[in-house]
């Protein structure tokens, strides 16, 4: 069974970064895709980027370019994401999400989630 | 940029009915390129459909999916309790993947 356990909740003063992790098994860790995406408060969800880990290459929205970095370890079967620069609108639960095999022609939508990361940016 | 507008934003039913969402798109997808989540309080969305009609697993055959080029609609039959959530739409043909607002299911 896929499953992706992330890391705990952040509380961070703007201006500062924040590392979010998402630890996925279940399968070769090659064969994931992982994105990440946030959701504010009473807000809905919003696309940030991912990783294609056979490959390591990421791409990234428009919206969070320079700003948002993903990166994986192979190691420890753990993908990141980084964001720089917060402000006090980076509030939101961050998760990572599985993209499923057949995204080449099938597009990406997501099939398993991790519980969600609270980031909390505030002074 | 896909924008999806999801209308209404909240919907005041009970168990029994019978409810359609809707998902319109800024520009024609090409491709069935649309999925929709559920999503309850304190979880992350749930895939119900993908590819405009296609049930993920597990998701029983009260949900049904249908639409094409800018307008879609998701079709849940016979509402259960645990029916009552929030219902995302996304458009999953190419980046960014973009997501709706969000139409809330509320009981009456």
């Known amino acids: 069974q896929i499953q992706l356990v992330q890391s705990g909740a952040e509380v961070k003063k703007p201006g500062s970064s924040v590392r979010v992790s998402c630890e996925a098994s279940?399968?070769?860790?090659?064969?994931?895709?992982i994105s990440w995406v946030r959701q504010a408060p009473r807000q809905g969800p919003e696309w940030m980027g991912a990783i294609i880990a056979m490959f390591g290459t990421s791409i990234y929205a428009q919206n969070f370019k320079g700003r948002v970095t993903i990166t994986a370890d192979k190691s420890t079967s753990t993908v990141y994401m980084d964001l720089s620069s917060l402000k006090s609108d980076d509030t939101a639960v961050y998760y990572c999400?599985?993209?499923?095999?057949?995204?080449?022609?099938?597009?990406?939508?997501?099939?398993?989630w991790g519980r969600g990361t609270l980031v909390t940016v505030s002074s | 940029e896909v924008v999806l507008t999801q209308s209404p934003g909240t919907l005041s039913l009970s168990p029994g009915d019978t409810v359609t969402l809707s998902c319109r798109a800024s520009q024609t997808l090409s491709g069935d390129f649309l999925a929709w989540y559920q999503q309850k309080p304190g979880q992350a969305p749930r895939l119900l459909i993908y590819g405009v009609s296609s049930r993920a697993t597990d998701i029983p055959d009260k949900f049904s999916g249908s639409g094409s080029g800018t307008d879609f609609t998701l079709t849940i039959s016979r509402l259960d309790p645990e029916d009552f959530a929030v219902y995302y739409c996304?458009?999953?043909?190419?980046?960014?993947?973009?997501f709706g607002q969000g139409t809330k299911l509320e009981i009456k």
């Open positions: 996304q458009h999953h043909g190419a980046s960014p993947y973009s």
């Open positions: 279940g399968d070769t860790f090659s064969n994931f895709v």
């Open positions: 999400a599985r993209v499923p095999p057949g995204w080449r022609t099938g597009g990406w939508y997501f099939d398993f």
